[in-house]
Each structure stands twice: as structure tokens, then as C-alpha cells.
């Protein structure tokens, strides 16, 4: 006797509710990196007297999470390409959690430094996230997804550092780490619960020299330049760490051409559909870090200078709200353009908007409504941009290597920021005057700066035009494939 066939089962009520929530908890745990990034910054003027430490040593909370953000962004993409990036993914959101545990439980200055520097590992959250979506989202939801998960940057930037103000106003200022401290904690148990772990993967044995390699090259170059305009630049030890950056990266280079399983793929690098996007990468960071830089320093400049607002950290993390809601409201519409004229467009379009926002900023640095207008120009044209970049690269390399491509693109982001930090500092201080004995950077200075980050924006516009293009069917074809070959591959390794 034919027993009838079973009647296909929904999935249970919570299998369905961690797939609705896997988008929201990945971008929160993205908006959640990039505010605990910020959450320093109100603190650096009082952390001398708190700490009972120098200028110089406070510095090192920012410098500290930046070389190990550099450094371990690449690498723990390579590793969740190989162990899976669900597991790597809460290793980073839980090593960021155990930094902010360390900052709110210690004044001294030393365990400060090392728990920032922990906290560097959660650069890597948008990478991992941004390949979890490619493996597990159908590409019709999947352009929109990557657009808010790169934007939650931004977001969670302009977030952190009105919220760190006012706690530091309000509250002790350990009680801010406290609260970083829960929300990493929550993040971790969410990302463990809601999002599954990606089948995709690329066995193989990790790349221990490389990885060390690329450690030593990023910690010279970063270091270099990050404190060049402290130490001189024409200092030995500036010119040293550049030194030794340059011998280093080539027996890097060297090494990784013939390494079986390298920490990254140069031949795949090389490609220019991939080696343009990170250049584009690279000069997009420039053009939107100076946008906060100079932003910041502008309102808060005193009246006395005939141009600043005087603006206390409160009211200027407010100026820079809204570039951050903009950022949020135009990543479906990123997604949009992505889809109907191909990434490379979006690219284009975001830089060209950036450098459009530059030109407001300098039309008009003295009205506060007008550098707000600017500045969520640039914010805008930094959605287009951030958003289009993983995109470029899902569709240029197969499934079972985007994180570690992914990562290697926010790399190249974290050095154009790392280089427009150093360039726009160089440039105010060359222009710069006395206002009550305090050098303070003139007018002019700043719309120097503007003008050299519009230009880089402009040059970013160049180079994603240079990419090899490509209409959305075909990317989302070759994605499919690509997809379906990692998984078959997976599949016969198990």
C-alpha cells in the first residue's frame, strides 16, 4: 500500500525568526564596531590628567586599534574563508567586548593601550558579515543587505561620538566602556544565536609566514605614518619604518606568489577588476576621512579665529548626525543604482557626489547650516561608494574567498584613512596662526584641505571608471556559479 507523501513542513517559529534577523544583527555588530572606534575620541583632551599619562602615551588609544585593525583585518578574513566565518566573526565581536571590559575596569594607561588594540580585531566585522550575506542571502536580497552592512560604518561613527560625549559629560567615564561593554556582550550572543554558520569554505593551511609578513609591513607603514608629523618626517625612525615597509612588502610579495595556499591571492589581486576596486578603496577612504577630520576641528574652533563656532564635542557629534541618518536612508538606493547600472557606476557617481560636497565646504565654511549641508554631501557620496566596493569585489572573485578579498579592500580603506589623517594634520599646521598664544589653523588651511580631499575624490571617480565593466545579469550569474562551484566543493571535501 502507497503511503501518501508527507506535507512539507514550514520551518519552526524560530529557525524563521533568526533568518528575519540575521541582516539586523549582522549590521548591528557593523554599527557597534565603528562605535567603539569613537567612543575614545571625546575622551583624548582629559585622558592625560585620568591617567596620570603623557600626551604622547593617550595618542597610542587610537594608534594601537588602527595597526591591529590593519593588520588583523586581512587576516582573519583569510581565516573565516578557511574555519568559517560565523566563528570567526564572534571571535572578533568577543575580543572587541573583552577590550571594553579592560578600559572600563582600569585607569592605567598601559592596559588602556592593549585593550584598544584588542578592540582592532572588530574591523574585520564588516568583511565576515558582508561574505556570510553573499552565502546565505538569495541575490535579489543580497545587493541591498551588502549596502546597509557597508554603511553601518558611517552610521556607527556618527552615533559613538555624540553618545561617548554625553556620557563622558554626565556620568564617569568608565561608565561609557561599561556600556560598550553590554552591548558587545549582547552582540556576541545574538551573532551566535541568529546568524548560521556559511558552508562555504577554502581548506587549506594557514599562511603563518605571510600573516607575519604582512604584520611587520602594515605595523612600519601605519606606524610611519601616523606619527611621522610627531616625530618628523625625515626622522630616522620615519624614514626607517618606510624603509623597512618597502623591503618587507617585496619578500611578502615574493613569498605569497609561491605559497600553495597564500594569505592573499595576488594573481587574484592583480586582476583589475579587483586591483581598481582597492585603489578606488584606497583614495575613497582618503576623501571621506577628512570629512570628520576637518569637520570636527572647524565648529569647534574659537570665536576668536573670525571663522570658528565654538562649539562644545556634544553640539559637534550633533553636526555630524546627520550624515550619519543620510548614510542609513540612501544605502537602498545605492543598492538600486548597483542593480541597474552595475557597482562600477555607483563608484563613480559616489565619488563624483563627494567631491560635490567638497566644493560646498568650500563655497561656505562659516555658516553652521552650510558645513552641515557639505558634510552630508560627502556623507552621501560615501554611502554610493562603500557600498559599491564589495559589491565590485562578490562579483570578481569566487564565493569561497570573500572575506579574505573583502578584508584586503577594507585594508586599503584603513591606509587611505590612515593617510588622510597625516595629510590633513599637515596641512593645518603649515597654515596656521596664533589666537591667544595657541597656534590654531587658519581658514584658509581648512579649505586647503578640502580642496586636496576633493581632488583625491575626483581621482577615486577615475579610477572606478578604469574598472572593467560589467552589467548586473552577468555579475549576478557569475556569482550563482561561483556559489554553487564552492558549495560542490565543500560538499566533496566533507
Known amino acids: 500500500m502507497d503511503h501518501p507523501a508527507p506535507i512539507p513542513q514550514s520551518p519552526a517559529g524560530p529557525s524563521r525568526l533568526r533568518d528575519r534577523l540575521t541582516i539586523p544583527v ?15 575620541v571625546p575622551l583624548l583632551p582629559d585622558l592625560p590628567r585620568l591617567t596620570g599619562s603623557s600626551a604622547s602615551a593617550v595618542s597610542w588609544t587610537v594608534t594601537a586599534t588602527l595597526l591591529s585593525g590593519a593588520v588583523l583585518t586581512p587576516v582573519l578574513g583569510r581565516a573565516g574563508d578557511m574555519y568559517g566565518k560565523r566563528r570567526v566573526l564572534t571571535a572578533a565581536l568577543a575580543l572587541m567586548t573583552v577590550g571594553s571590559v579592560m578600559c572600563a575596569l582600569s585607569s592605567d594607561i598601559a592596559v588602556i593601550i592593549t585593550a ?16 556570510i550575506l553573499r552565502d546565505e542571502l538569495p541575490p535579489e536580497r543580497r545587493g541591498s543587505a551588502v549596502a546597509l552592512m557597508s554603511s553601518t560604518v558611517g552610521i556607527g561613527a556618527a552615533l559613538g561620538l555624540p553618545l561617548a560625549a554625553l556620557v563622558v559629560q554626565y556620568a564617569d ?12 556582550a549582547l552582540g556576541v550572543a545574538a551573532t551566535w544565536w541568529a546568524v548560521k554558520e556559511s558552508p562555504v569554505r577554502e581548506p587549506g593551511r594557514f599562511d603563518v609566514l605571510g600573516a607575519l609578513g604582512l604584520t611587520v609591513a602594515l605595523v612600519s607603514l601605519l606606524l610611519g605614518v601616523s606619527q611621522g608629523g610627531q616625530w618628523g618626517w625625515t626622522s630616522a625612525r620615519v624614514l626607517g619604518l618606510f624603509a623597512t615597509t618597502m623591503i618587507v612588502m617585496a619578500l611578502w610579495w615574493w613569498q605569497q606568489l609561491r605559497t600553495e595556499r597564500p594569505l592573499v591571492d595576488l594573481h587574484l589581486v592583480t586582476r583589475p577588476r579587483v586591483g581598481l576596486s582597492h585603489v578606488a578603496a584606497l583614495l575613497t577612504g582618503f576623501a571621506f576621512y577628512a570629512n570628520s577630520l576637518v569637520t570636527a576641528q572647524l565648529v569647534q574652533a574659537p570665536k576668536a579665529t573670525g571663522y570658528g563656532l565654538g562649539l562644545s564635542i556634544v553640539a559637534t557629534g550633533l ?11 540612501f ?6 543604482i548597483s542593480a541597474a547600472r552595475g557597482p562600477r557606476i555607483t563608484l563613480a557617481l559616489g565619488a563624483a557626489v563627494i ?12 555658516d553652521l547650516w552650510m558645513i552641515i549641508l557639505g558634510a552630508t554631501v560627502v556623507s552621501t557620496g560615501t554611502t554610493l561608494c562603500y557600498s559599491a566596493l564589495p559589491t565590485l569585489i562578490l562579483r570578481a572573485v569566487p564565493a569561497a574567498q570573500t ?3 573583502n578584508g584586503v579592500n577594507v585594508l586599503m580603506r584603513t591606509i587611505g584613512q590612515a593617510v588622510s589623517s597625516a595629510a590633513v594634520a ?9 589666537v591667544g598664544r595657541i597656534p590654531v589653523p587658519t581658514l584658509h588651511g581648512y579649505l586647503m584641505a578640502f580642496a586636496m580631499a576633493g581632488a583625491v575624490a575626483l581621482a577615486a571617480c577615475a579610477a572606478a571608471l578604469t574598472i572593467p565593466g560589467d552589467g548586473p545579469a552577468g555579475g549576478v550569474r557569475r556569482a550563482r556559479g561561483a556559489s554553487r562551484g564552492a558549495r560542490d566543493g565543500a560538499m566533496e571535501g566533507a
Not at 549582522?26 to 575614545?40: H, N, W
Not at 584598544?116 to 561574505?131: D, E, N, T
Request: aromatic content about 4%; charged content about 5%.
Open 331 to 336: 544605502s537602498p538606493l545605492s543598492a538600486r
Open 116 to 131: 584598544r588594540a584588542l578592540q582592532g580585531a572588530a574591523a574585520s566585522v564588516v568583511p565576515l558579515a558582508i561574505s
Open 173 to 184: 567615564w568608565h561608565t561609557m566602556f561599561w556600556l560598550t561593554s553590554a552591548l558587545g
Open 426 to 434: 599637515a596641512v593645518l599646521v603649515h597654515h596656521s596662526s596664533l
Open 403 to 405: 572575506a579574505s578579498a
Open 355 to 366: 567631491a560635490c560636497g567638497y566644493v560646498v565646504r568650500i563655497a561656505d565654511s562659516r
Open 26 to 40: 549582522l549590521a548591528s555588530g557593523g554599527i557597534l564596531m565603528a562605535v567603539m572606534q569613537t567612543v575614545v
Open 319 to 329: 553636526c555630524l548626525l546627520p550624515g550619519g541618518v543620510t548614510m542609513l536612508l
